[in-house]
């Protein structure tokens, strides 16, 4: 009889452990920071991809404050386990890096610990890539150019306005040249250097700098609901952008 409950007694136990370990894998499959990453795809990774080099347009704080320093453009790691979705026209599939085109935008993925280098970063396979074909929903671009009078903090630009697109300068009718613009932790800050753009932060503009501001708002926004609406590119010393924007 005792013989029999100390057998059970270890069963149990190592049927204890077993699960125990089997919970903390699953639950280690979800740990670390979730790093999300949105661009456009530079060049079409063709099937069963190991990588994709997207330009990055933006994402969540995580992964923005790891760009901080490094270059707009770069390479993360794809492996057998990355989910891909498709969405065309509104409808999303599961599907494969063979059907991301270059210029496609897309959503892409990071779970790693806290604080983690933005080289490991790239590094880590993705969790997944969400491909969105057209990157901006249909709306239009609302672009905003001047100066600012030194670093920026809070969730908004302060701009001294002197020039922009015709949208944003029809906006402007009337109003102040000092304007103050909204973003979020989606927002990506450049400095362009030599034609190069590297990631910085808000207070890392300088008084005086040339910034251009720019928002993607429905057509018939107010000046009030364009400021309102969280910046997605802010690029300090930018090259002078194309015409028909």
Do not use: C
Not at 30 to 46: K, S
Not at 89 to 106: A, K, L, R, Y
Not at 221 to 245: F, I, K, N, Y
């Amino acid at each position: 009889m005792k013989l029999r409950l100390t057998l059970a007694l270890a069963a149990a136990a190592v049927a204890s452990v077993a699960l125990g370990g089997a919970a903390v894998a699953g639950r280690g499959d979800h740990a670390g920071q979730r790093y999300v990453f949105n661009g456009e795809v530079l060049t079409a990774p063709g099937p069963n991809a190991g990588s994709l080099s997207v330009q990055v347009e933006g994402g969540n704080h995580a992964a923005l404050k790891a760009l901080i320093g490094a270059a707009q453009n770069q390479v993360f790691t794809l492996d057998a386990n990355t989910r891909v979705l498709i969405s065309r026209h509104g409808i999303p599939h599961v599907g494969s890096t063979s059907e991301i085109q270059q210029d496609d935008f897309v959503t892409l993925t990071v779970r790693a610990p806290h604080d983690s280098s933005l080289q490991q970063l790239d590094s880590t396979p993705a969790r997944g890539v969400s491909d969105h074909a057209a990157p901006r929903g249909g709306r239009p671009l609302w672009l905003f150019i001047g100066t600012v009078g030194g670093p920026q903090s809070g969730g908004h630009v302060a701009l001294h306005i002197d020039s922009g697109n015709w949208k944003a300068l029809h906006a402007m009718l009337g109003q102040s040249l000092d304007q103050s613009f909204s973003y979020d932790d989606g927002t990506i800050f450049l400095l362009w250097q030599g034609g190069v753009p590297t990631v910085i932060g808000p207070s890392q503009l300088k008084a005086g700098d040339r910034i251009t501001v720019r928002i993607r708002a429905p057509r018939d926004s107010s000046l009030a609901q364009v400021e309102a609406t969280p910046a997605a590119h802010v690029g300090d010393h930018e090259p002078a952008p194309a015409p028909e924007e």
